[in-house]
């Protein structure tokens, strides 16, 4: 390990950004003081070890040494090297949570990856895969990576049970497009979809009628469709939940989601949920509040009484992410600041609404593994962000030579 620099740092917060970047840097990090104080439960959650066992099937080489008492993680990155996995997601958290980190892996692997996962598909805490699907995966065509990308829902998963499924696939590029993204448009439509598992589909179109009633008064050109599963296909739990997208004459996209949750037993937060989710939800509500704020988002305990409550929450959170402005929506902002900074040698800009609390960790952590600073101008006559920087030129050196 001599002349080998170890990047340090404490708590669970943000875990996930900083094994990604330290995955794509190639350098090793040590995270100390995880969950200390919590005399239940210290140390790594389940759905964060099960979480490095995947960057384990996705890597060559890489070593993971957890201390005893699974406050201590010391992470040495392998080669990136894709092709089929699977694997099975814990249902204490969304298949998002996972997937996440692999969509900004992928295109750097050594073969193309063909990823199965298992799992829950929606909830309120994680993003859902309708938004990754809609949202964050078109996103990338503007950085060169268009051919054979997919993501595929095979099988919808509510909580707490989940019993969904996924299939994943990504192409592998050499390097990334530069790109500038500063022009917002005018909202052209807005598209969603509504998905309904063993529960009756009139949920489904309750919810649908709710969100449309409120946004045709703002633009006609509305089309929400419903998705209701049954039989094997619908999972292991009755649920129900409404993503919504608009799209700007730029392209521009930008998402907002709910979905119903059932009542906790206990009436209290099943689980420690860290900051790492403050940005996952595109509605914002957890963004800024702490940990009490994300929780509470856990519990959800039965905020949506009727299908009609929830349409009409999702709907008003997209305007609210309308309100916003910016290239890219609360959901988009790590994938474009992180492939901004993994760009060719040249100015990369793109216009953001509101800096999120995870996106501006996830600029000082991009700083430290990178060393890559970001510009930041605000712009006060629509008061959103334009962020400059300048790429490092990274270079996929894991793709074989064809």
């Not at 099937?57 to 201590?72: D, F």
């Not at 993680?73 to 958290?93: E, M, N």
């Not at 119903?260 to 940005?279: L, N, T």
Request: aromatic fraction near 8%.
């Amino acid at each position: 390990m001599a002349g080998t620099t170890i990047l340090r740092f404490e708590g669970h917060n943000y875990l996930r950004q900083r094994l990604l970047l330290a995955t794509l840097s190639g350098k090793t990090v040590r995270i100390d003081n995880i969950r200390p104080e919590d005399e239940d439960n210290p140390g790594l959650t389940d759905y964060e070890a099960s979480f490095l066992r995947l960057l384990e099937k996705v890597t060559n080489g890489c070593s993971v040494e957890i201390s005893y008492t699974g406050t201590t993680v010391v992470y040495r990155p392998g080669v990136i090297i894709g092709g089929k996995i699977h694997h099975d997601c814990p249902p204490s958290r969304a298949i998002s949570y996972f997937l996440e980190p692999m969509i900004a892996l992928a295109p750097f692997a050594k073969t193309p990856m063909m990823l199965t996962m298992t799992g829950v598909t929606n909830d309120n805490v994680d993003v859902s895969i309708d938004t990754l699907r809609t949202v964050l995966l078109p996103q990338l065509k503007r950085y060169g990576i268009e051919d054979s990308i997919e993501l595929k829902i095979s099988k919808r998963g509510a909580p707490p049970l989940g019993g969904g499924e996924i299939f994943f696939r990504s192409p592998i590029i050499r390097t990334l497009k530069p790109l500038q993204y500063t022009t917002e448009g005018q909202i052209k439509r807005i598209r969603g979809i509504a998905y309904a598992t063993r529960v009756s589909p009139s949920m489904a179109n309750r919810t649908v009628e709710a969100a449309r009633s409120l946004l045709t008064r703002y633009i006609p050109d509305v089309y929400i469709y419903t998705d209701v599963y049954k039989g094997a296909e619908s999972g292991k739990s009755p649920g129900y939940a409404l993503t919504l997208v608009a799209e700007s004459n730029t392209g521009v996209l930008l998402s907002s989601e709910c979905a119903f949750q059932p009542r906790s037993k206990s009436g209290s937060a099943p689980m420690d949920v860290d900051q790492d989710e403050a940005f996952t939800k595109s509605n914002g509500a957890a963004a800024g509040q702490g940990e009490g704020g994300v929780s509470s988002m856990l519990v959800n305990d039965y905020s949506f009484p009727t299908p009609e409550d929830l349409g009409v929450r999702t709907a008003r959170l997209l305007l609210q992410e309308i309100r916003k402005g910016g290239t890219v929506d609360s959901v988009s902002q790590w994938l474009n600041v992180l492939f901004l900074a993994l760009g060719p040698e040249d100015v990369g800009k793109v216009r953001i609404g509101n800096l999120t609390p995870f996106t501006i960790q996830y600029l000082r952590d991009i700083k430290s593994f990178l060393g890559v600073t970001f510009k930041i101008k605000p712009d006060p006559e629509n008061r959103t962000v334009i962020l400059t920087c300048l790429g490092t030129g990274y270079t996929n050196v894991n793709k074989n030579v064809q």
